[in-house]
């Protein structure tokens, strides 16, 4: 059974960081995709980023590219997402969620409907 927990969130200032964490259990492929999704109130939850973990590759929405890093150590099994900048549209409820490799390598790694497990969410708030 996998199990993703997600902590790290809360509240700054425009300009702020802030970094997530995900520490997943139960997982038992070797190749796999890990993601980062926000949800805002009344809109669709969105793809921040991704990466393929034993793929090496990483993905991220256009409005977070140079600001946000998506990385995860093997070690302790923990996808992390570094956000730099943060700007007041960064405000959302922010989930993990992981899947086989395929999600990755032939799909589109930011839909969330490529991912089956996900976390309960942490919530950012970024004020002006």
């Known amino acids: 059974q996998v199990h993703l927990v997600e902590s790290g969130g809360g509240s700054v200032q425009a300009g702020g960081s802030l970094r997530l964490s995900c520490a997943a259990s139960?997982?038992?492929?070797?190749?796999?995709?890990m993601g980062w999704f926000r949800q805002a109130p009344g809109k669709e939850r969105e793809g921040v980023a991704a990466?393929?973990?034993?793929?090496?590759?990483?993905y991220y929405t256009d409005s977070v590219k140079g600001r946000f890093t998506i990385s995860h150590d093997n070690a302790k099994n923990t996808l992390y997402l570094q956000m730099n900048s943060l700007k007041p549209e960064d405000t959302a409820m922010y989930y993990c969620?992981?899947?086989?490799?395929?999600?990755?390598?032939?799909?589109?790694?930011?839909?969330?409907?490529?991912?089956?497990?996900w976390g309960q969410g942490t919530q950012v708030t970024v004020s002006s």
């Open positions: 990466i393929y973990i034993g793929g090496g590759s990483t």
């Open positions: 969620a992981t899947d086989n490799w395929r999600g990755c390598a032939l799909g589109n790694p930011l839909a969330p409907d490529e991912y089956n497990y």
């Open positions: 139960g997982y038992t492929y070797s190749t796999y995709c």
